[in-house]
């Protein structure tokens, strides 16, 4: 069983940076994708940032500039967010998909952490 754990979530003022880190334990799997979402109180959960295993990253418009996806270790992740704002509120989720056969396109989510900027 695939499990995902977040960390690094907290308080921060406008304009602070937080390091948002992702521990994937559980698989040998060194095809995947992470995803990273986040889900503010009264909205849905919406796509932040992915990386894959291979390298590539994708952001979206909301983040891109600010937030940056990166490997720490084999399956230790971080999403760098940088000049944050009050709209980057909301419980910060990642998810692990995987690219191999035969779980291809299976995935697992952690428990989310909490990230809440203001001032």
């Known amino acids: 069983q695939v499990t995902l754990v977040e960390s690094g979530g907290g308080s921060v003022e406008p304009g602070g940076s937080l390091r948002l880190s992702c521990e994937v334990t559980g698989t040998t799997s060194r095809v995947y994708v992470i995803w990273w979402h986040r889900q503010a109180p009264g909205k849905e959960r919406e796509f932040v940032a992915s990386i894959g295993t291979g390298g590539t990253s994708n952001y979206a418009d909301a983040v891109k500039g600010r937030f940056t996806a990166s490997r720490a270790s084999a399956f230790l992740w971080n999403l760098e967010m940088n000049d944050l704002k009050r709209e980057d509120t909301a419980v910060y989720y990642c998810?692990?998909?995987?690219?191999?056969?035969?779980?291809?396109?299976?995935?697992?989510w952690g428990l989310g952490t909490q990230v809440t900027v203001s001032s």
């Open positions: 998810e692990f998909e995987s690219r191999t056969v035969p779980t291809y396109g299976k995935s697992f």
